[in-house]
């Protein structure tokens, strides 16, 4: 499948500020089933491109002149539902076993897991992971509006309810908790009837004889042709789109927007 993809970021501030600086990870890689055509971030600043810590393509935004508007634009086309090929990291998967402030078990959650390890013991079976997805959508049904950035996965998972960010990060604890390794992932789906017009999140987790598997718990599903992938993490605030600091502004009002459709595929000659 080729995607066209546009996520478009707008900050507006109610004063002046004096310097911005972000961190993006809006520029997806080749890899996992995708191969980038095209791509491109415009802004209205300095960036500076660079490997973070886990491999994702990264830029620093830098505005250092007084504005009061940032406009972000990352667009472009990639490829998808290609052959998986492996991918190295140069991270050690033990890493995707420590807890952090979002993924961090509490008694709640724990007690979920320890009934699911009764019926579902071969944790290293992809049934296993599908069961323990199918298992927390179950549970914490999709609803927007009623967790924020900051809601770890014990709280969401209390709560009952969540988005993609949540499932994620509860599927992640879960899955560190019963030993195998995981990770958030961020990036977009494609919804044929264009519904979806914001970022998109899910998890992968590793398995000794296959590797990396993704799973996209809001939606049910194994990953597949319509997810694109842009960054990596052991949680949100690892692989979010655009996080920074800034000087001055007073009140901050952000837009988003991301428009992602089919393209038709020219015939191989």
Not at 137 to 164: H, M, N, W
Not at 165 to 184: E, K, M, N, S, T
Request: aromatic share 8%.
């Amino acid at each position: 499948m080729l995607l066209n993809i546009e996520h478009r970021t707008t900050y507006q501030y109610s004063e002046v500020v004096n310097y911005t600086i972000q961190l993006l990870r809006l520029t997806p890689q080749n890899g996992f089933g995708q191969q980038v055509l095209r791509w491109e971030i415009r802004v209205n600043g300095h960036l500076q491109p660079h490997k973070d810590t886990y491999g994702n393509h990264a830029h620093t935004l830098v505005v250092d002149a007084p504005h009061e508007e940032i406009s972000i634009v990352a667009s472009g086309e990639v490829e998808t539902g290609l052959n998986v090929l492996p991918i190295n990291d140069g991270l050690p998967t033990p890493i995707y076993l420590r807890p952090t402030p979002l993924t961090e078990m509490d008694e709640n959650l724990t007690a979920f897991v320890e009934e699911f390890k009764i019926t579902h013991p071969k944790l290293q079976e992809p049934a296993a992971l599908q069961a323990l997805m199918d298992a927390i959508i179950d549970r914490v049904p999709y609803v927007k509006g009623q967790t924020a950035v900051e809601t770890s996965a014990a709280k969401a998972f209390a709560l009952g309810s969540g988005v993609c960010q949540d499932h994620a990060h509860i599927f992640i604890a879960c899955c560190r908790y019963l030993g195998v390794p995981a990770r958030y992932v961020s990036g977009y789906l494609f919804t044929p009837d264009g519904s979806l017009m914001e970022s998109h999140a899910w998890a992968d987790a590793w398995l000794d004889d296959i590797g990396w598997i993704s799973f996209d718990v809001t939606n049910r599903c194994r990953t597949n042709g319509v997810h694109v992938r842009l960054a990596t993490g052991l949680d949100y605030r690892d692989a979010c789109p655009i996080s920074g600091v800034r000087n001055g502004g007073g009140v901050e009002t952000m837009s988003v927007k991301v428009v992602v459709h089919q393209m038709q595929q020219q015939a191989q000659q």
